[in-house]
């Protein structure tokens, strides 16, 4: 690991607790679970301390994973005391999903940073021009596609979560409701997801950075930062209500295009990233 000097490091904690309140208030007001708020903010902060490019995207997403991993559980938890979870949805996803989060976590133990960024640029543009849009009338069909089409979802989900640094909800909230299941059933139902793709995501990205900790800042374990896990997660566990309740007050067509937005900028950024 290399050495970071007092300020600095006093500096990375504020910046990470900083971090957290504005995850929590964004994952809140947007009803995502952070992943896709998470990674685009760690990848400034981590920017600002000289960690290098090659692992700095690697990084951000693998704590943006270890820190969805309580949000998820406590998401899930709560969607399933209510009966909206398709369970049997989440058990033929299953294991195509650890699968892709596996396969995902390999190929980041040795793709280059801009294939990390590209496909959050990717799929982050594809939930903009949705959201944007807002077609809510727009349909794959009126039902969801046998087993061996939600299988192969899942390894695509999953490969696409875990190199996105994100719990799977942006992604599986539309293909559900662009299949006819209600939005209520498809954000439980991707709680659930979230915990397939959080826990053993951060667990790959932990084996796939060990042979870089002299690259990476202190307390990482592999390619999660403890740090910030320790700071994030419960500072934006606490602060998502109070987005929630902001979320309440705001209508729903512009709380669509002010998350689209901040998806095109944060695509915007990565795209710049790749091309300076």
């Not at 994973?65 to 559980?73: F, G």
């Not at 899942?154 to 696409?160: E, F, N, P, S």
């Not at 954000?187 to 990476?216: D, E, F, H, N, R």
């Not at 566990?237 to 067509?253: D, E, I, S």
């Amino acid at each position: 690991m290399f050495g970071l000097p007092l300020q600095d490091l006093v500096f990375l904690g504020v910046a990470l607790l900083g971090a957290g309140i504005i995850t929590g208030l964004l994952a809140g007001l947007f009803g995502v679970g952070g992943g896709a708020v998470i990674v685009p903010v760690l990848y400034q902060i981590f920017g600002m301390v000289g960690v290098p490019d090659s692992v700095r995207m690697h990084l951000c997403v693998g704590t943006s994973l270890a820190i969805i991993i309580p949000t998820s559980i406590s998401s899930f938890r709560t969607h399933m005391a209510k009966g909206k979870v398709l369970m049997d949805v989440l058990k033929v996803w299953a294991l195509p999903v650890v699968t892709g989060v596996l396969g995902g976590s390999l190929v980041a133990a040795y793709a280059p940073d801009y294939v990390l960024k590209l496909v959050f640029v990717v799929v982050a543009s594809i939930n903009a021009v949705k959201l944007l849009a807002g077609r809510d009338n727009w349909r794959f069909g009126e039902q969801l596609p046998g087993k061996a089409g939600l299988g192969l979802f899942g390894l695509v989900i999953g490969l696409a979560s875990s190199l996105m640094g994100i719990g799977g909800g942006v992604i599986s909230n539309m293909f559900l409701t662009m299949h006819g299941v209600a939005m209520h059933s498809a954000v439980a139902t991707s709680a659930g997801l979230g915990v397939l793709i959080s826990i053993p995501g951060a667990l790959g990205y932990v084996a796939a950075g060990w042979s870089k900790l002299a690259l990476l800042p202190p307390l990482s374990l592999g390619y999660v930062s403890l740090l910030g896990f320790l700071l994030v997660a419960p500072t934006s566990t606490a602060l998502a209500p109070y987005g929630a309740r902001l979320a309440h007050r705001t209508p729903k067509r512009r709380l669509e295009i002010a998350f689209g937005l901040f998806l095109v900028l944060t695509a915007a950024r990565f795209l710049w990233s790749m091309i300076r």
